[in-house]
């Protein structure tokens, strides 16, 4: 089982590594000045965007295998925040193993640290491997995204 806990400025190489393997998933690319922007928000004290990291040990080595990270927002239906998943990625020599899983229930027990209202999340129609884990989770709704890049 790995051993989660919230990511560090010493973990910024490793991260970097995985960030890499979840953009190359979704075949996008992002600057690297968006790169660092979000590697700063996730380490600073003064944001609401966190993230945490599964480790595993192996041959004596601690490796970064996956990593969460979430956003916690003010909404409209609740005087509480909600605790949006927005990137989850497990390295693929893992996947299977219980790290996804472990990673999603942290952040059910980091939102509700936080008094959250709840966490939800979104993921590709045909991230069928992805979406087997997150029925056993959480429960599927009947709202579709819309989305307008600016």
């Known amino acids: 089982m790995p051993i989660i806990k919230p990511l560090a400025p010493s973990d910024h190489k490793h991260w970097l590594s995985l960030w890499q393997g979840y953009l190359d998933f979704y075949q996008t690319t992002l600057s690297d000045a968006v790169i660092d922007n979000t590697w700063q928000r996730i380490i600073s004290n003064d944001s609401n965007i966190y993230g945490f990291g599964a480790w595993i040990d192996k041959k004596g080595e601690s490796l970064l295998v996956g990593f969460v990270h979430v956003v916690l927002h003010p909404n409209t239906w609740n005087a509480s925040d909600c ?4 990137d989850l990625y497990v390295s693929e020599c893992v ?23 709840r966490v939800y999340w979104v993921t590709q129609a045909h991230n069928s491997t992805a979406r087997k884990l997150y029925d056993t989770l959480a429960t599927k709704t009947d709202m579709v995204q819309y989305r307008h890049d600016l």
């Open 83 to 86: 605790c949006y998943l927005e």
């Open 95 to 117: 996947r299977g193993q219980g790290v996804g899983r472990a990673l999603i229930e942290q952040v059910y027990t980091f939102a509700q640290s936080k008094h959250c209202n």
